[in-house]
């Protein structure tokens, strides 16, 4: 053997020992800091308890407030018995974050990343979340069984388009029709001084101008043969934006006219842009009718012309949900004045489903139509409940 091999085998069984020495030592810190972890968390619990907030108790020592919240949480989530110190304490954590919305118990959720041998946060939380997803999707499936499939596409959640569904629709069987349909790129998100899409874009309203153009044009097409004489049509456009030419021009085309002009009155203005003279604090319901019919007032509420419910600010929102939503208590307003218990609502850009609900709520039909895939199973979700609470009201 040449001296070269030798020196590099000598070189490569040093280079071991002190590797394997390294590690030993670096298993051991981590062990302790564990243990250091645990106690932390159980000192601030004992805190707590004790009558200080977290806080008060960062405020005292100069430490992280969050940082001690996120040992609180993780101590109390896992009893003595349930600790794994062979476990860095992050996957805890980890594991403590999704176990409630998986409907699982924290160790449980721990025991399954051991057992899957994820060695590191990031892909614990891709795990997790790929499982979420998973218990969505099922809980979406399992809100269709609560729905009534005696009448064919009514009282149903739709994944597909409404250009699909109307046409299965009986004619002259609708009664009120509430769209909030796209407005394309360039309707929704003007800042002013540049026609852009903003950073604010999403999926739910992400159409060109042209896509979201037609699908107005279809759902005029559409609803006509389908809408009693009685009926009507409620189109949300943006408060701060005049009307295009288009519209009125596809509305007059299939024979509708624009009967009334809401404001919904949302609350506060949004900042918006500090440069323009005025900001938008309501947003504009068109009350389309077919020529010759008759409106009426079904619930003898207020006549006036402008709406105040209070809208979801989307700092409030869940990160999944639509960052237009409509809220049920507006819905529920609208249908009452425009249809009779068991009458038929139909909600073709459907969202969150807010219409829907609302309909479920006052013991009317409905019929959804959504292609988001989010919304949709955040629609099936929630449609769930309220058929639940609906059903135990009743």
Known sequence: ????????????????????????????????????????????????????????????????RQRLSELRRTAAAFGVDQRRLDVEFHFHTVAMRSAKRLGLAPSSVLDELVKRGIDSTRAATRHLAARLRQREARRAAGAMDVSDTSHGVLNRCHHADFRLILPQVAQNSVTLVIADPPYGRYGRYRDGQHTRVTATQRDCDGLDDESARALTEDLFRLCVPLLRADGCLLLFRPGGLA??????????????????????????????????????????????????????????????????????????????????????????????????????????????????????????????????RVNYQLCCRLMAKEVKESQQAG
């Open 1 to 64: 053997m040449s001296l070269a091999k030798e020196s590099d085998m000598t070189n490569a069984r040093r280079f071991t020992s002190t590797t394997m020495r390294l590690l030993a030592r670096l298993k051991g810190l981590m062990a302790q800091a564990n243990c250091n972890a645990w106690a932390m968390g159980d000192l601030v619990n004992q805190l707590k308890r004790g009558g200080m907030t977290v806080q008060e108790q960062a405020a005292l020592i100069g430490g992280s």
């Open 243 to 372: 009307d295009p030419v288009w519209l009125m021009e596809a509305a007059a085309q299939h024979g509708w006219e624009c009967r009334h002009a809401l404001a919904w009155r949302r609350g506060p203005a949004k900042l918006g842009d500090g440069q323009a003279p005025y900001t938008s604090a309501t947003e504009r319901i068109m009350v389309f009718a077919q020529s010759g019919a008759m409106l009426v007032n079904h619930d003898g509420s207020s006549q006036s012309d402008v709406i105040e419910v209070k809208a979801k600010r989307k700092s409030y929102l869940a990160p999944d949900q639509h960052l237009f939503e409509k809220p049920v208590d507006l819905m529920a307003t609208l249908i009452s004045k425009h249809t009779y218990p068991n009458e038929l609502v139909v909600e073709p850009f459907g969202g969150t489903g807010s219409a829907s609900r609302g309909a479920i709520r006052l013991g009317r039909q409905w019929l959804y139509c959504e292609t988001n």
